[in-house]
């Protein structure tokens, strides 16, 4: 199976479809009655919407940092969600990747954190510094004997550098004190670190978080380096998938940085520099770009208090730049054609507005109604009825959905059928949602699954407190969920029919085919 849609989906539902059961899962984790939860739309959610509402506190230090507080009390575990609002679309033209690369250098420790000297290996760091300038000069110079001896010099204060860093020490300190999934993940939109702790250890994850923030030393730059190009080979090089991905999304954006892969190009990382990733850290994690979610078993006044001590010492600092490059309405079908030895897959993405418009409800639905499991339209069709494809999915908010993004169809060609026939098949759904309203008992079933779905994704302090900032991020309020939730449940198959006859037009679509390199079409 595609691992890389896998994951892109699974992040996108568990954000998409949140406003939907939000209110299902406050009744099961704050009021405990289960038989609540049924396929009705009537069912009256506020009662429990204002017991949620209830157990959020928020508030905002001076510096403009942002904190969102979720009172659980059910189990002494609380776990913590640092949401940066910056991704792969914020970075410099030449940087890519720089947003990831940070995200994998926050784990290195501090000054005081990962280090056994650290005034010695700030002195190695430096002269790393140097020489990598040095080698890049000797490369494009052609002078292969200064090469080989910077190379060797630099390998040598490598390995003495290598000497000083106590190895992981930051998760050390975090498994000692019975934290757990500590991790973080970079994506187009944003950054967001996380991991859960005992209640008791509060203010070490207060002193933890903002020592990483406040006093970042990106040690062990150039090994890291490697080890993300190994990602991407894995990720993008080696994988004809990963390699189509990013092939269609330079086709369907022509000025958008969503066209750019948040891994970043090879040559890009490979040119990376750590006054890059320090440049671009100082303009992009400043207190009034950082919002946290706390949630579980905490007393927000506590929490208040702790924050000023630690966080209030961030600096205040200018608002950092937003992305102000559009994407020109595309006026003709686009295609990309990548041929490899590898089974043929079939791409077909549509234009569509971002997360803050008023169709985006229209949108999950609309994508649901196609793709969402077995009873959906495109798994009936494709994979059971006809048998061209062994797979079939599709989901709004591609690569992100913060701008204006794609609706992404997709589909694994089965054995004896060709991209094209899945193409037909597709394009056959996709013009009975234009033509044909859909019916009120398919349109139930649909907002049905979403809540269960959403349900299966709430399951924790921690999926709660990612949803919640992240809202916070992208729509200025994370009591938008409840707005959405209503829009969601207003949504009528007029919307249905009226969205698809919008953005299922031959000039807004972009296909994309991945064929076996025997494939003779």
Same mark, same amino acid.
């Given at each position: ?17 949140? $406003? ?27 009662? #429990? ?27 002494? @575990? ?7 609002? @910056? ?80 190895? &992981? ?11 757990? +999934?500590? &991790?973080?993940?970079?994506? =187009? ?9 005992? =209640? ?15 006093? $970042? ?27 189509? *991905? ?17 891994? +970043?190009?090879?040559? !890009? *990382? ?14 992009? #994690? ?9 949630? +579980? ?5 506590? @929490? ?6 630690? /966080? ?13 490059? %559009?994407? $020109? ?12 030895? %590898? ?72 054995? +004896? ?6 193409? *037909? ?13 859909? %019916? ?53 198959? !007029? !919307? *249905? ?6 953005? /299922? %037009?031959?000039? &807004? ?13």
């Amino acid at each position: 199976m595609l691992n890389f849609l896998k994951k892109k989906i699974s992040k996108i539902r568990i954000f998409k479809l949140l $406003p939907i059961v939000l209110a299902i899962a406050i009744m099961i984790a704050f009021v405990g009655n289960s038989n609540l939860v049924r396929a009705n739309d009537e069912i009256s959610l506020q009662p #429990y919407i204002t017991r949620f509402l209830d157990r959020v506190t928020e508030f905002q230090l001076d510096n403009g940092m942002k904190f969102i507080v979720i009172e659980n009390h059910d189990a002494p @575990v609380v776990s913590f969600v640092t949401y940066a609002d @910056v991704g792969g679309v914020d970075e410099p033209d030449g940087q890519t990747g720089v947003a990831h690369f940070l995200e994998h250098l926050a784990f290195k420790g501090t000054k005081s954190i990962g280090t056994k000297d650290y005034k010695q290996e700030k002195v190695y760091m430096d002269q790393l510094d140097r020489l990598f300038a040095q080698i890049k000069a000797a490369k494009i110079a052609g002078d292969e004997a200064k090469l080989a001896q910077l190379t060797a010099e630099f390998s040598n204060i490598e390995s003495q550098a290598g000497s000083l860093v106590k190895q &992981n020490e930051y998760g050390q300190i975090v498994d000692t004190a019975g934290g757990v +999934g500590l &991790n973080a993940v970079t994506t =187009s939109d944003y950054t967001s670190y996380f991991y859960s702790f005992p =209640s008791n250890k509060l203010e070490l994850w207060m002193s933890l978080e903002s020592e990483r923030f406040l006093n $970042p030393v990106f040690r062990e730059f150039y090994k890291e380096k490697q080890v993300i190009l190994e990602e991407r080979r894995m990720r993008t090089d080696n994988s004809p998938i990963g390699k189509t *991905i990013e092939e269609f999304l330079d086709t369907a954006f022509t000025s958008h940085p969503y066209k750019r892969p948040t891994i +970043g190009y090879n040559e !890009d *990382i490979r040119n990376l520099t750590r006054q890059n990733v320090r440049d671009f850290f100082v303009t992009y #994690y400043t207190p009034n770009n950082l919002t946290v979610a706390i949630a +579980g078993d905490v007393d927000p006044q506590e @929490v208040q208090e702790l924050a000023e001590v630690y /966080f209030g010492r961030f600096e205040e600092r200018t608002a950092p730049p937003e992305v102000t490059k %559009t994407e $020109p309405k595309q006026t003709e079908t686009k295609e990309v054609i990548v041929k490899l030895p %590898t089974q043929p897959w079939y791409l077909e993405g549509y234009h569509v507005a971002g997360l803050n418009d008023p169709d985006y409800p229209v949108y999950n639905l609309l994508t649901n109604i196609l793709s969402s499991g077995r009873t959906s339209r495109l798994y009936q069709s494709l994979v059971e009825e006809q048998q061209v494809a062994l797979s079939a999915q599709g989901f709004s908010g591609f690569p992100g959905n913060k701008h204006p993004n794609l609706m992404l169809f997709y589909a694994l060609t089965a054995p +004896g059928h060709t991209v094209d026939d899945v193409a *037909i098949a597709l394009r056959e759904q996709i013009e009975l949602l234009k033509t044909e309203p859909v %019916t009120t008992a398919e349109l139930a079933r649909i907002k049905t699954q979403f809540k269960a779905s959403l349900l299966r994704s709430l399951e924790s302090n921690l999926e709660m407190a990612r949803i919640l900032t992240e809202y916070e991020a992208k729509t200025g309020d994370w009591r938008n969920l409840f707005n959405e939730l209503e829009a969601i449940t207003e949504v009528t198959a !007029d !919307d *249905i029919q009226r969205v698809a006859q919008n953005i /299922f %037009t031959d000039e &807004n679509r972009t296909i994309g085919k991945l064929l076996s390199v025997n494939n003779k079409q």
